[in-house]
């Protein structure tokens, strides 16, 4: 596998060794070890989910402000524009991104630590999105940011019209958002 630390250090690309043949591909999709020495980490996943989502649909950028979750986020099918956002207070890379795009062709994975706000916008037709969480849902803590935050300023792909659920357009700008210490 190789991993890639990415501008926010604690964020790492992990792109899997895939081995193909006109019969198809195989991979290992996660191993505990393996990530564990990727990510520098001793995290364990306790929840696993799926979602699926039409083109143009930007779900984030989300977090729960207790309980904090990791992830591990890959898609299956389709491709989307994945983001990470540092909302650790203490942090040198506070208030900073790093996105990268993820597809069912490029079997890339993302770790997105605890203390970030997560958030991905749907390039393909549709994409099923699959990861891996450090803590259970909890919905009383969970929090939202802006996508289009003036103050983040992310780059969202040009030419995507965003499909937002009523929650996340009510998401709060980041100078007022809960953030961690």
Aim: glycine residues 6%; hydrophobic residues 40%.
């Amino acid at each position: 596998m190789k991993v890639t630390r990415l501008a926010i250090p604690d964020v790492v690309l992990i792109e899997p060794k895939v081995f193909g043949d006109a019969r198809g591909f195989f991979f290992e999709s996660f191993n505990q070890k393996a990530f564990n020495e990727a990510t520098g980490t001793n995290h364990q996943f306790v929840q696993d989910n799926h979602s699926r989502s039409s083109k143009g649909v930007l779900r984030g950028l989300h977090y729960q402000i207790q309980q904090p979750q990791g992830k591990l986020v890959r898609v299956v099918r389709g491709a989307v524009f994945d983001v990470a956002v540092d909302i650790r207070k203490s942090s040198p890379t506070f208030g900073q991104w790093v996105a990268e795009e993820l597809s069912e062709d490029n079997h890339r994975q993302l770790w997105v630590p605890p203390g970030f706000a997560h958030g991905f916008v749907v390039l393909s037709d549709t994409a099923e999105f699959l990861y891996k969480t450090t803590d259970y849902y909890a919905p009383a803590h969970e929090r939202c940011i802006l996508w289009n935050d003036e103050t983040l300023a992310i780059h969202w792909p040009a030419g995507i019209q965003p499909i937002l659920s009523a929650k996340d357009a009510q998401g709060k700008a980041f100078v007022d958002a809960e953030v961690f210490a």
